[in-house]
């Protein structure tokens, strides 16, 4: 079983997953993570090609993670889902868990990394806008909802491989 965890940038796709991975004893993939190991720094790609260029990549990587074999856990980059065709293939190929956070706890967590490229030089008014925008994408491909309200990553966790355990039966 596939389980792809989407959610805006700051919510904890990255730490719980890996926690709830570890947890189960399943595979676990960051999709940032592999797209660097693969082409690169993302904010070269950025700034050296565009965020198309980087979307494209993105969708490579995301085929090659969705035909992984056994138990995985992704954590899907925040912008994974605008690509229609990547909505499309988690539909088809995973069990998608929204982790959805309050926007004053994303906020704060992105505030600790301002190296995003998809922030550098962005108010909070439209870094909010933003997630605002992709609400009804997230909701799209969501075959689960987590709501978080803390950053407590090993409860958070906890919760999670509850759920995807929920989701398996």
Known sequence: MIVALTGFMGCGKSTFGRKAADTLGWSFYDLDKEIVRQFGPIQRIFAIHGESY???RETIVL???????GNTIIALGGGTIIQPENRLMLKEKATTIWIKAPVSLMLYEISLNRKRPLIKGRSNDQIIELYNSRVPMYQEVADAIMEVDDTDSDSNAIELSAKINLLCS
């Open 63 to 69: 085929r090659q993670l969705l035909e992984s074999a």
């Open 54 to 56: 980087f979307r494209e």
